[in-house]
T-cell receptor
Framework: GAVVSQHPSWVICKSGTSVKIECRSLDFQATTMFWYRQFPKQSLMLMATSNEGSKATYEQGVEKDKFLINHASLTLSTLTVTSAHPEDSSFYIC???????????FGPGTRLLVL | QKEVEQDPGPLSVPEGAIVSLNCTYSNSAFQYFMWYRQYSRKGPELLMYTYSSGNKEDGRFTAQVDKSSKYISLFIRDSQPSDSATYLCAMKTTGTASKLTFGTGTRLQVTL
């Protein structure tokens, strides 16, 4: 299957700082990538759809100014959590569709802890 | 009512047992059905991918889709302790890079 990587795998930051998470498709190109958030023992919650060369599409209730998404190339999307607060602590996962049927492959996730 | 319903478990079975995991859904537009396995603190890993109704087998895993009943299943034969994980069903409609709709996930524990 296709490989999607994320960096960093975990990050600890102080409240009020910004954190950038990278999502890369390693062996295929992706014009679209998806960003999810997952709380302990819960399912994945879609935050936004990242579109290469255009603005991201955010799900209802997700603050655009807080979660900045940039899809700079066909293999890289970034999620920046701006002015992070403890309630932003979560597991962030990206995915990218690949192939004719656009099967979604997930990255390993990034664990964010805001102190 | 959620679009996709999945029993969260936990489901505990002895090693070697046959495991049956299920999801029901309400949106008849779903055409693609997937099962992902997620280990603790890891991203989901694609296990099975099926289109429309029917069965698909891959090693110890069998996926079934019954669109008339809006019901999908994943069977795991000869379960192993390494199968202990959360299993997420996911579905999507046709269309370019259409979004996935997930079940809540079922936690499976295979005991020695």
């Amino acid at each position: 299957g296709a490989v999607v990587s994320q960096h960093p795998s975990w990050v600890i930051c102080k409240s009020g700082t910004s954190v950038k998470i990278e999502c890369r498709s390693l062996d295929f190109q992706a014009t679209t990538m998806f960003w999810y958030r997952q709380f302990p023992k819960q399912s994945l919650m879609l935050m936004a759809t990242s579109n290469e060369g255009s603005k991201a599409t955010y799900e209802q209730g997700v603050e655009k100014d807080k979660f900045l998404i940039n899809h700079a190339s066909l293999t890289l999307s970034t999620l920046t959590v701006t002015s992070a607060h403890p309630e932003d602590s979560s597991f962030y996962i990206c995915s990218a569709p690949q192939g004719l049927q656009e099967t979604q492959y997930f990255g390993p996730g990034t664990r964010l802890l805001v102190l | 009512q959620k679009e996709v319903e999945q029993d969260p478990g936990p489901l505990s079975v002895p090693e070697g047992a046959i495991v049956s995991l299920n999801c029901t859904y309400s949106n008849s537009a779903f055409q693609y059905f997937m099962w992902y396995r997620q280990y603790s603190r890891k991203g989901p890993e694609l296990l099975m991918y099926t289109y429309s109704s029917g069965n698909k087998e891959d090693g110890r895993f069998t996926a079934q889709v019954d669109k008339s009943s809006k019901y999908i299943s994943l069977f795991i034969r000869d379960s192993q302790p390494s199968d202990s994980a959360t299993y997420l069903c996911a579905m999507k409609t046709t269309g370019t890079a259409s979004k996935l709709t997930f079940g809540t996930g079922t936690r499976l524990q295979v005991t020695l």
